[in-house]
């Protein structure tokens, strides 16, 4: 009898057990919300935080076998280490970003560790290899027709240049950064590239455009997005992309 009775209360505390696992696991943030929180984090300059919650998100991912959404979130996690100045940690993830990018055929991914690589390079002055990291991200991202990275590295690679007292090849590299952060609707790195070209004496090209509407495009995919979508990132809000789930902004 009093076996019987010990028998169905341990039953009954391994049930409770498995009934509060369940309910904090319902109640834990998804991946994606780890990953979201990470790039609102970075925007806010927030980078500490940031990285751990990039990190959640990536065991996350991996934990879904969602590959892809884990590379992601160690671009993020990347993005944030470079920024809070840990270099040598950055280097290795971007080191391991561009092997994953590369694992899964993914050349924006690619892209983007050249740019981290490259932006570790010029903290440390080292401005050859910065240059060779920029171009090859550089033409990386132009091969998937992509603003967002070619405009990064070509910043980049225009700053690399500068540093070998090279004007005139980082001027045509401003130029380029400037079209392509122009066609991303970047307004404040539009600013940043315009008077980088001013401080070395160079001419700052105008839009050519005239009064168009602009298009705004995932990233990630190069999916459309909506124009409310395009409203909340030229408000500086975030938004994410109905085709692939990157968080935009």
């Not at 998804?30 to 984090?41: F, G, I, P, Y």
């Not at 694992?103 to 932006?119: D, H």
Request: with cysteine.
């Amino acid at each position: 009898m009093f076996a019987l009775l010990g028998s169905k209360n341990q039953k009954k505390r391994t049930n409770d057990l498995i009934f509060q696992i369940e309910l904090e696991l319902a109640m834990s943030p998804s991946a994606e919300e780890h990953l979201q929180k990470a790039v609102r984090l970075h925007q806010a300059s927030d980078f500490k935080k940031g990285i751990k919650e990039a990190e959640e998100a990536r065991k996350k991912f991996q934990k879904e076998d969602r590959k892809d959404r884990a590379i992601e979130a160690l671009r993020v996690m990347g993005d944030c280490t470079l920024n809070a100045r840990e270099l040598k940690k950055a280097q290795k993830i971007y080191e391991n970003l561009f092997a994953e990018g590369a694992s899964i055929s993914n050349v924006w991914f690619q892209a983007a560790a050249n740019w981290g690589l490259g932006q570790i390079s010029l903290h440390k002055m080292s401005y050859m290899s910065a240059l060779k990291y920029f171009q090859q991200g550089l033409e990386q991202a132009q091969s998937v027709a992509d603003n967002w990275y070619t405009a990064w590295n070509a910043f980049g690679l225009g700053n690399a240049l500068r540093g070998l007292a090279r004007l005139d090849e980082a001027t045509k590299a401003y130029h380029l950064a400037l079209e392509a952060f122009r066609a991303a609707n970047q307004s404040t790195f539009v600013t940043w590239v315009e008077r980088t070209l001013k401080e070395i004496g160079a001419d700052v090209p105008d839009t050519g455009h005239g009064d168009g509407i602009p298009i705004w495009l995932c990233p990630m995919c190069g999916s459309k997005l909506t124009q409310a979508q395009g409203a909340a990132l030229k408000a500086g809000n975030m938004t994410t992309c109905e085709y692939c789930g990157t968080a935009i902004g």
